[in-house]
């Protein structure tokens, strides 16, 4: 079935270096790549969000990239800051109904 | 910015018990969906809801759950009979079209359940 892997589960950073999370899917139909980040009891929120049409997309800080043939695609926080600190969803999905797919997260710490 | 709204935030039930979590969903949004996440794990797919019905579940979505969109606001979630391993945070999420890429998900702020 569908399955998205996501890793590092954990990643520790010192504020303004940047952090890399890295995540792979098994369905080749998928064709949509959110990241949601999500603060300790609260909902998941997008940051940013990539199609398979594209290879790269970038946000001020926040960049993702997308390998179709190998079916991986990362987050990279550029300039990381305290405030970053927080669990990082990846998600893919190919469903007709708008499904995603949620890899296992990752609690990204930015020590100040 | 429209908002998905979820109640309760928090409910407290005895096993075997029957809850019921509300949502409403975007206004304009035609896709439904109820997601859970046990604590410190992933967020995990329950069903989708569209067009008055079930489009999609997963094989967590047994028979003890039920969806159902009773007027044209509110999307509700039912648990017949909770079980110690139903206790997670439930998230709705709303989309305005299903398609996958045409549009992204909305979550809500979640139901917190815990079942003693």
């Known amino acids: 079935g569908e399955n998205v892997e996501q890793h590092p589960s954990t990643l520790s950073v010192q504020e303004g270096d940047s952090a890399v999370i890295k995540c792979t899917y098994s369905?080749?139909?998928?064709?949509?790549f959110p990241w949601y980040k999500q603060e300790l009891g609260k909902r998941p929120q997008l940051i940013i969000d990539?199609?398979?049409?594209?290879g790269e997309k970038k946000d001020q800080r926040i960049a993702v990239t997308l390998n179709k043939t190998a079916k991986h695609f990362s987050l990279h926080i550029t300039e990381t800051q305290p405030e970053d600190s927080a669990v990082y969803f990846c998600?893919?999905?190919?469903?007709?109904?708008?499904?995603?797919?949620f890899g296992q997260g990752t609690t990204l710490q930015v020590k100040p | 910015e429209p908002e998905v709204t979820q109640t309760p935030s928090h409910q407290v039930t005895q096993m075997g018990q029957e809850v019921i979590l509300r949502c409403v969903p975007i206004?304009?949004?035609?896709?439904f969906y109820w997601y859970r996440q046990i604590l410190g794990q992933k967020v995990e797919f329950l069903v989708s809801?569209?067009?008055?019905?079930?489009?999609?579940k997963s094989e967590i979505f047994d028979d003890q759950f039920s969806v159902e969109r009773p007027d044209g606001s509110n999307f509700t979630l039912k648990i017949r009979s909770t079980k110690l391993e139903d206790s997670a945070m439930y998230f709705c999420?709303?989309?305005?079209?299903?398609?996958?890429?045409?549009?992204?998900?909305?979550f809500g702020a979640g139901s917190r359940l815990t079942v003693l």
């Open positions: 998600a893919a999905t190919s469903s007709n109904t708008g499904k995603l797919i």
């Open positions: 369905d080749s139909a998928s064709n949509y």
């Open positions: 990539i199609r398979s049409n594209v």
């Open positions: 206004s304009n949004h035609l896709y």
């Open positions: 809801f569209y067009n008055n019905e079930i489009s999609e």
């Open positions: 999420a709303s989309n305005r079209q299903g398609r996958s890429g045409a549009n992204v998900l909305t």
